[in-house]
């Protein structure tokens, strides 16, 4: 069965970087689109970036463009997202979410994992 | 960006009864629109996409609609059942950045 396992979260101060990783298995990863999705703590769902099957092809959310970087190691069945100059306002919980394709053609987000908590604060 | 706008924001029924979710694109997104479940401390999982195709093991209470212009989506969930307590979302998957309704919060009496 699809399983997705995020790591990497945590407290962290305004200004400083973290790395998050998510361990899939259950399926072919290198064959699907993979995205994070974020949760700010009461509120809804905000998309953060995608990266399809293949990795030179990637979008980011204006929010986080030029600050995160989403990459994947199709060898390691793992994906990452680098998250640099965090801010308050980055506090949210991260899902690892796997998409339906391996490019973007109806498109859903049919596997999530249970996310990590990430909270910048001072 | 493509603008979500999901409604009622919550709403309140009886176990046994019907309740229809609406949510408006500001784009046609031609179909691309998904519906989400999320209940409390859990992730979110997929519903219905493509408007209207029910998800492997999704039951047949959960069913979605779209309007002829592109624009106008529902989901509607009978019979409803203590489980179905959660908060639901849209999500158009027509072309990114992919944008989320605010969320409805279903309460069962």
């Known amino acids: 069965q699809v399983q997705l396992v995020e790591s990497g979260g945590g407290v962290v101060q305004p200004g400083r970087s973290l790395r998050l990783s998510c361990a899939a298995s259950?399926?072919?990863?290198?064959?699907?689109?993979m995205h994070w999705v974020r949760q700010a703590p009461g509120k809804g769902l905000e998309w953060v970036a995608v990266t399809w099957y293949d990795e030179n092809w990637k979008s980011y959310a204006d929010s986080v463009k030029g600050r995160f970087t989403i990459s994947r190691d199709d060898s390691k069945n793992t994906l990452y997202l680098d998250m640099n100059r965090l801010g308050v306002e980055d506090t949210a919980v991260y899902y690892c979410v796997k998409d339906s394709h391996a490019v973007p053609d109806r498109t859903r987000f049919d596997f999530w994992g249970p996310g990590t908590l990430v909270t910048v604060a001072s | 960006d493509i603008q979500m706008t999901q409604s009622p924001s919550s709403l309140s029924a009886p176990v046994g009864d019907r309740v229809t979710i609406t949510c408006r694109t500001s784009?046609?997104?031609?179909?691309?629109l998904n519906w989400y479940q999320q209940t409390p401390g859990r992730a979110p999982k997929v519903l219905i996409y493509a408007a209207s195709t029910l998800q492997s093991g999704v039951p047949s209470r959960f069913s979605g609609g779209a309007s002829g212009s592109g624009t106008d989506f529902t989901l509607t969930i009978s019979n409803l059942q203590p489980e179905d307590s959660a908060t639901y979302f849209c999500q158009q998957s027509y072309r990114v950045p992919y944008t989320f309704g605010q969320g409805t919060k279903l309460e069962i009496k």
């Open positions: 784009y046609d997104v031609a179909r691309h």
């Open positions: 259950g399926f072919m990863f290198s064959s699907f689109g």
